[in-house]
């Protein structure tokens, strides 16, 4: 899939927006774009939330630490602030875990509008990929796999 800047998320444009919302909203509108980029079915080999075992697929969820102490909130007339995320890639073959890594790069950083400002690639962006091996659900013996970790900066605007 080709994707720029550009890209055009379904936005609450269409309905009032609850404040309460927002961050459900652009954690949900930034899930979707991800599948759409990298061609990938939620629930089946993309979840939003920790997941682990399920090889060729990824999880996207927020992040337990603040990156660098940079402000995470942008006060009024359009309040917005800061989630750190990761996706948490593993696959099968190292050479479809760096195509899908790309897919994510070119598609980055994406301004849809509504409740998500921007989701960007954090400084931090890609971790090492690193070889490991597990048993994966439904299977009795353990495989190799390779992994890697991409971090993102959620930006959500909490009056959209």
């Not at 899939?1 to 509108?29: C, G, H, I, K, Y």
């Not at 939003?48 to 969820?61: N, Q, R």
């Amino acid at each position: 899939m080709n994707t720029t800047q550009q890209d055009t998320f379904p936005t609450e444009t269409a309905r009032a927006v609850d404040p309460l919302d927002a961050w459900s909203d652009a954690e949900q509108a930034a899930f979707g774009y991800l599948c759409r980029v990298t061609d990938t079915q939620p629930e089946v080999a993309a979840f939003l939330g920790e997941i682990d075992g399920v090889m060729d697929s990824w999880y996207f969820a927020n992040d337990v630490q603040n990156r660098g102490g940079e402000v995470n909130f942008a006060p009024a007339p359009h309040p917005t602030f800061v989630l750190p995320y990761v996706l948490v890639a593993t696959f099968s073959s190292r050479r479809a875990l760096q195509r899908f890594v790309m897919k994510v790069f070119q598609a980055c950083p994406v301004r849809p509008g509504g409740a998500l400002e921007c989701l960007r690639l954090s400084e931090d962006g890609i971790g090492a990929i690193r070889l490991g091996s597990k048993v994966f659900f439904n299977e009795t013996e353990p495989r190799a796999f390779w992994q890697v970790t991409l971090t993102f900066d959620l930006v959500v605007r909490v009056k959209p």
